[in-house]
């Protein structure tokens, strides 16, 4: 039972380059999420999908592309990366409506230089 | 606009004393409220929720009080123990609308022998 997986779990970029975080969970969950979470900031919504072929920006969505091709994936990249997107980042998954809890992956540290 | 604010960034019990957590909100809408636990190198993992028709939830030493009026939810955990030392998150997660699942910046307790 792996709930919620990402991929990779560290990665380092040079500033410019671009890359894509993997998230897969097999809990047949509708909506999906991205997080990053920074020093005294909490975690911030970045995108989420509310199913399969949908995306939606959160709070921090700049820099910032998803996609939901298949229900169980969403992916989320970084077409020229920054060093302020240097973060920790995580994906979780949720059924909602009276089951409104989310289930988190371990994270993905990224560091940008 | 869906806003959550933790404004203590820090929490320091004694071992089976109370730890009374705070939480305030801003959206008005149909919500379900939910309190995560975050330890380090780990995603946030679901401890308790209490949707906004409810005053009270409790699950054994955790019990989530929700203030309509005062628009303010707390999580108390009882007896403490050193094992409930992490980061502790609120969430806000609408139903209907937006559907986003918003955080709060986070509180760290801390829970002395």
């Known amino acids: ?113 | 606009d869906q806003q959550v604010k933790q404004n203590s960034p820090s929490l320091s019990v004694q071992e089976g004393r109370i730890s009374i957590l705070n939480c305030d909100y801003t959206n008005s809408m149909f919500d379900y409220f939910l309190w995560y636990k975050k330890y380090p190198a780990e995603g946030p993992t679901f401890l308790i929720s209490i949707s906004s028709i409810k005053d009270k939830n409790e699950d054994g030493r955790f019990t989530v009080f929700l203030n309509k009026s005062a628009k303010h939810l707390s999580l108390h955990i009882v007896p403490s123990q050193p094992g409930d030392s992490a980061v502790y998150f609120c969430a806000d997660s609408t139903q209907g609308g937006s559907e986003k699942l918003v955080f709060g910046k986070g509180t760290k307790l801390t829970v002395n022998p």
């Open chain 1, 1 to 113: 039972n792996a709930g919620v997986t990402q991929t990779p779990k560290f990665r380092v970029l040079k500033t410019g380059q671009s890359m894509t975080l993997l998230c897969a969970q097999d809990m047949n969950h509708e909506y999906m999420y991205w997080y990053r979470q920074d020093p005294g900031m909490g975690l911030r919504l970045i995108h989420y999908s509310v199913g399969e072929g949908t995306t939606a920006k959160g709070e921090v969505p700049d820099g910032y592309n998803v996609s939901r091709l298949k229900k169980q994936n969403f992916l989320l990249g970084l077409e020229s990366a920054a060093p302020s997107q240097t973060s920790v980042y995580f994906c979780a998954s949720a059924l909602r409506g009276f089951r409104p809890e989310a289930f988190f992956g371990q994270g993905t540290r990224l560091t940008v230089v």
